[in-house]
């Protein structure tokens, strides 16, 4: 596939603009909407603001790090971007799609590349229920919120939470509990990435929580489903010494 014609995209801060500019000037670039690849300069945020930004799109996004841990994104070098380009290995992540159901009624469909996270409102812990496929796996769950994370996601807020990492081809998604009171033990789960999972909050008044898909929140719901969406296809590039499932395996043996 050509990747020739480059829509660069950066973050406010003067680094990525700088970059911007300095990119504009020796390659070109086209508007988003013409080109075969986009470049987005910045941090991890950037990159999931692109990522959202142009998921019906289907056009592969490179990334280079202008911010600051730039897990998604390859090493900033204004040259050789072309050769880098073109030699480029392609990882595809699938989003999760979220359709929450607040206290009033009201439904809202979003979607995560990194994750869905469930968060307490106020100074009560929450107590929801948990199914998966339909069926009761956990009753009660009285916890601070918790986290259904992508692989590509596993490394970031689930792994703050002490979530499993996920490689990238094991097909499976990781529900982690966020201070978990009762049952107390309990540290999560493994679960497929076909699988549907329903939240249930069990005193949504009383006791609120807010559901989040990557930057999407929803406050006051009751009930929250999260399931992959398979229709939607997302396409990072990386360098062949720095690509992602190598990132996420590193991750597991960081001290």
């Known amino acids: 596939m050509s990747r020739d014609r480059i ?3 950066a973050g406010p801060t003067r680094q990525a603009q ?3 500019k300095a990119l504009k000037k020796r390659y070109g670039s086209v508007e ?16 999931l603001e692109t990522l959202h930004r142009f998921m019906g799109r289907k056009v592969p996004i490179y990334g280079m790090n202008r911010g600051t841990v730039g897990f998604l994104l390859n090493a900033y070098d204004n040259r050789s971007l072309r050769d880098r380009l073109a030699t480029a290995q392609e990882v595809e992540l699938r989003p999760l799609s979220m359709k929450a159901t607040s206290i009033d009624g009201s439904r809202v469909t979003a979607m995560a590349i990194n994750e869905v996270a469930l968060l ?6 929450a107590r929801v229920r948990i199914r998966v496929d339909g069926t009761v796996r956990m009753p009660e769950l009285v916890c601070d919120g918790a986290i259904i994370a992508t692989p590509a ?6 792994l703050s939470a002490h979530g499993p990492i996920i490689p990238l081809g094991a097909q499976l998604l990781a529900l982690t509990p966020i201070s978990a009171f009762r049952p107390r033990r309990w540290r999560g789960a493994l679960l497929p990435s076909s699988a549907r ?7 949504p008044k009383k006791r609120p929580v807010s559901a989040v898909a990557d930057y999407t929140e929803v406050r006051d719901v009751r009930s ?6 398979r229709s939607a296809t997302l396409t990072l590039l990386f360098d062949p010494e720095h690509n992602l499932e190598d990132r996420i395996l590193n991750e597991q043996f960081t001290p």
């Open 7 to 9: 829509a660069f995209v």
């Open 18 to 20: 700088s970059a911007l």
């Open 32 to 47: 988003p909407d013409e080109a075969d690849v986009i470049v987005a300069l910045g941090g991890d945020g950037l990159m």
């Open 120 to 125: 307490r409102e106020t100074r009560q812990a």
């Open 153 to 158: 996601g596993s490394t970031a807020y689930n």
């Open 197 to 203: 999972l329903r939240i249930d909050v069990l005193e």
């Open 224 to 229: 929250v489903v999260v399931r992959e969406d």
